[in-house]
C-alpha cells in the first residue's frame, strides 16, 4: 500500500513568548496507508494536535516535511477535512445548509448539491432533521452534522481531533459506531487523535503512542482486532488483553514523563 499521508523527521518549534521556545514535536517521521485508520494517542501536550495542524496545513513545520501523495504540504490543504473536537458548524444555517456549505464553495450547482448534501446527512441517520439549526440539536447530533459537512466534500484524507471528547459516553459509543460504520463503506484515510484507549482500540488499523514533550513516537502499534467491530466488543477477554498490554505502553511512558517534568508542566 502506498502511504498517502507522510512526516519526514519533521520538527516543530514554537515561540512562547517569555517562555521561549517549545519543543512541540521532534524529528517524527510516519507514513499514513491509503485507507488506513490511524489513531494518535499521548498525554496531554504531547504535540498531537500540533501533527494534525501540520497535517491539514494550518501551521509549517520547523524542519522536516509533510506530504499528501508525495506533494508537500505548505499551506492550508484542501484535501483534507478537518473534525475538532467543539462543532464548528454555522449557528446561522441550517443542517442542509451547514451539510451543502463545502460544495457550494467548491462550485457544485444547487440540484448536485442537494443531492449529495442529502446522501451525507442520510449516512449520519440526521434524515428529517434537515431544516433545523444547531442550536436546536444535540451535542452528538451538531457532530454528526459536522461529519456529513466534511464528508459530502469528500476529502482524500479525515482528520479529526478528539472529535467526540465533549460527548456523554453513551452518545460516543453511538459515534464510535457510527464512524467505524461509515469508514466501511468509505474507507477513508482518517487520523484520528484520542486519550481513550478503547476508542483508540475500537477504531484504529494502528495507534501511534506518542510521548511527551518533545513529541516524538514512541511506538506504533498495529491493531489486531478483527473487523467488523462493535463496541460491544469490549468485555471479551481478547479485547481486555489487548487493553491491558497496550496500558502498561502508555502508562510506562506517563510515569517516565512525571519524573522528567519540569515544575512548570
Ligand atoms: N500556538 C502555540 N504557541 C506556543 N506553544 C504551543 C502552541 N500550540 C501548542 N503549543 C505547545 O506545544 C506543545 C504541544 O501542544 P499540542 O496542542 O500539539 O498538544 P496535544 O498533544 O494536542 O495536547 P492535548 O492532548 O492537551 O490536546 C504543548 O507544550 C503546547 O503548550
Ligand atoms: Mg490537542
Known sequence: MPAILTARNVTKTYDAGRSGQVVAVQDLSLDIEEGE?????????????????????????????????????TGIEPRCGVVFQSYALFPWRTVRG????????????????????????????????EERYPTELSGGMQQRVTLARILAANPAVLLMDEPFAALDAMTRQVMQEELLRIHATSHKTTVFITHSLDEALILSDRIVVMSPRPGRIKAVIPNPLPRPRHVAMQITPEYMALKSSLWQLVEAEMAHHDETSSPQD
Open 37 to 73: 485508520f490511524v489513531c494518535l494517542l499521548g498525554a496531554s501536550g504531547c504535540g498531537k494536535s500540533t501533527m494534525l495542524s501540520l497535517f491539514a496545513g494550518f501551521i509549517q513545520p520547523t524542519t522536516g516535511e509533510v506530504a499528501l501523495r508525495g506533494t508537500p504540504i
Open 98 to 129: 451547514n451539510v451543502e456549505f463545502g460544495l457550494k464553495m467548491q462550485g457544485v450547482g444547487r440540484a448536485a448539491r442537494r443531492e449529495r448534501g442529502q446522501a451525507f446527512i442520510d449516512l449520519v441517520k440526521l434524515t428529517g432533521f
